[in-house]
């Protein structure tokens, strides 16, 4: 609503006039618990987002470390695979010239 504002020296002016509704102190009572409500709802959010971020980094570390142990484990094998087959070429070539 505008109303003539009397105290500008007989000039005429507009003045605004607010109206809360609900009142101020309902306004706060309404506003505070779900301003709480949203803090408390962010930082649980964001717990949980931290809790799936060091998951996935724990997941992620324990893939590589799986990694590096197959192939230390392929590379022992394969060593081990390349000495049995040495010997055996080796005690055949010895029980040829064993023969011979």
């Known amino acids: 609503m505008d109303e003539e504002d009397p105290d500008h020296d007989g000039k005429k002016g507009l003045q605004a006039i607010m109206n809360f509704e609900p009142e101020d102190e309902v306004a706060i009572d309404l506003i505070v618990p779900k301003y ?4 408390i709802y962010g930082a649980l959010t964001e717990a ?3 809790e799936n971020g060091a998951r996935m980094q724990a997941m992620d570390n324990a893939t590589s470390n799986a990694e590096e142990m197959i192939d230390d484990l392929s590379l022992m094998y394969n060593r081990a695979r390349q000495s049995s087959i040495t010997q055996e070429l080796t005690e055949i070539i010895a029980g040829a010239e064993a023969i011979s």
Do not use: E, N, T
């Open 36 to 39: 709480i409500s949203s803090l």
């Open 48 to 50: 949980l987002a931290s």
